[in-house]
T-cell receptor, first 107, second 113 residues
Framework: GIQVEQSPPDLILQEGANSTLRCNFS?????LQWFHQNPWGQLINLFY???GTKQNGRLSATTVATERYSLLYISSSQTTDSGVYFC?????????FGAGTILRVKS | DTGVSQDPRHKITKRGQNVTFRCDPI?????LYWYRQTLGQGPEFLTY????????KSRLLSDRFSAERPKGSFSTLEIQRTEQGDSAMYLC???????????FGQGTRLTVV
């Protein structure tokens, strides 16, 4: 089956810093989503981005489908950005998730 | 629309007991998915429904697991004879069609003691 690799696995930032999270796929995917998992476990939708670039406030994402990767950019990080970020690719009839990036933003 | 809703949020059960979880998807969504997430891992696909038809089951879904979606609305996931290895977060998601954006519920955290 498809493999989804997220990097880095852990990231510690000072408040105000910028960061880039990466997601690589071993095979082509039908769609791609980025999520932020809150402390209570719910997956919050950040981006639905099968290809191209989207921006939402301090967050933006780029997917290069032909090269099987996606990037999530977080600018001017805040402590509330802390948590686990997942990417997931649509493969067949399901989403296949990476292992996540744990982000800690220190004040 | 209030989004995808799951009940209960938490469940503690003794090994060997049966448990049932409920998921109410976003009302117009045809697709409903169940995923399982263990500590430190990303969610893993269990099964999905297109309306009331269960169209795919993961090999993770042992014979002790059964899911239904009567009338194509809410869904239930039952685990029979629970084992400690079943302890996990069970997540439900829904989408309008197959490749459309999926939205997740708050999850049901199961602890088997």
């Amino acid at each position: 089956g498809i493999q989804v690799e997220q990097s880095p696995p852990d990231l510690i930032l000072q408040e105000g810093a910028n960061s880039t999270l990466r997601c690589n796929f071993s095979d082509s995917v039908n769609n791609l989503q980025w999520f932020h998992q809150n402390p209570w476990g719910q997956l919050i939708n950040l981006f639905y981005i099968p290809s191209g670039t989207k921006q939402n406030g301090r967050l933006s994402a780029t997917t290069v489908a032909t090269e099987r990767y996606s990037l999530l950019y977080i600018s001017s990080s805040q402590t509330t950005d802390s948590g686990v970020y997942f990417c997931a690719g649509g493969y067949g009839n399901k989403l296949v998730f990476g292992a996540g990036t744990i982000l800690r933003v220190k004040s | 629309d209030t989004g995808v809703s799951q009940d209960p949020r938490h469940k503690i059960t003794k090994r060997g007991q049966n448990v049932t979880f409920r998921c109410d998807p976003i009302s117009e969504h045809n697709r409903l998915y169940w995923y399982r997430q263990t500590l430190g891992q990303g969610p893993e696909f269990l099964t999905y429904f297109q309306n009331e038809a269960q169209l795919e089951k993961s090999r993770l879904l042992s014979d002790r697991f059964s899911a239904e979606r009567p009338k194509g609305s809410f869904s239930t996931l039952e685990i029979q004879r629970t084992e400690q290895g079943d302890s996990a977060m069970y997540l439900c998601a829904s989408s309008l069609v197959g490749d459309a954006e999926a939205f997740f519920g708050q999850g049901t955290r199961l602890t088997v003691v």
